[in-house]
């Protein structure tokens, strides 16, 4: 059965019609209404583009900024550097508590004296809490985390060694500092 508009398609006259230099294909029916067609489609594809491309560029600095923000995610790791140094510090374990300062020579602690860099801290530590009498059990309480912008966290809280002869605490200020291995602290204010 022929439908009326194969009919009208096949009875119009054949036309060859290049697409690309060296291609031709044979096509039957108005090339007018076959090149609107087409601009309609095109112009339309042109306009879906165009509205994407201004949703891409609209939306891209809150995606950036999004990206860079201080999430609960960020916090909870901040949260777990100090839960790990806590736990390394009542095995004994100076070298694994260090791990949450950032290896770096702008690493600073400021007690009663001014330390700058990772391993003069270290150092410091290991000189001054050389048995494990001395170190004690550690504990964090009070804990307040503050994102100071994209890449740092303001921590403070306080700290006690309960020791056999003794109880020392004290006040601690933390800036934790995003980096490529995580947040880990570039400055520590304890007294």
């Known amino acids: 059965m022929w439908h009326r508009h194969s ?5 119009a006259k054949p036309r060859l019609r290049r697409l690309k230099p060296g291609a031709m294909v044979l096509t039957w029916g108005s090339s007018d209404a076959r090149e609107a067609r087409y601009n309609r489609r095109a112009g339309a594809q042109e306009k879906n583009m165009k509205r994407s491309i201004f949703m891409i560029a609209a939306l ?11 999430t609960a995610k960020d916090l909870a790791a901040i ?6 140094q806590v736990a390394a510090w009542n095995r004994g374990d100076i070298d694994t508590y260090m791990s949450g300062y950032a290896q770096s020579d702008d690493t600073m602690f400021v007690g009663t ?3 700058r860099g990772w391993t003069k801290v270290r150092d410091r530590y290991k000189a001054k809490y050389d048995s494990r009498t001395k170190m004690g059990t550690l504990t964090f309480s009070d804990l307040d985390l503050r994102p100071l912008g994209d890449h740092d966290v303001v921590v403070t809280g306080a700290w006690l060694l309960t020791r056999e002869a ?3 605490h004290g006040r601690f200020t933390l800036i934790f500092h995003r980096r490529a291995e995580g947040w880990r602290i570039v400055y520590d204010h304890s007294s």
Request: net charge negative; charged share 20%; hydrophobic share 55%.
């Open 113 to 115: 004296d001014v330390t």
């Open 60 to 70: 891209l600095p809150l995606a950036a900024m999004a990206a860079g923000r201080v």
């Open 166 to 168: 003794d109880a020392p």
């Open 7 to 11: 009919c009208l398609c096949l009875a």
């Open 79 to 84: 949260r777990a550097v100090l839960d790990n």
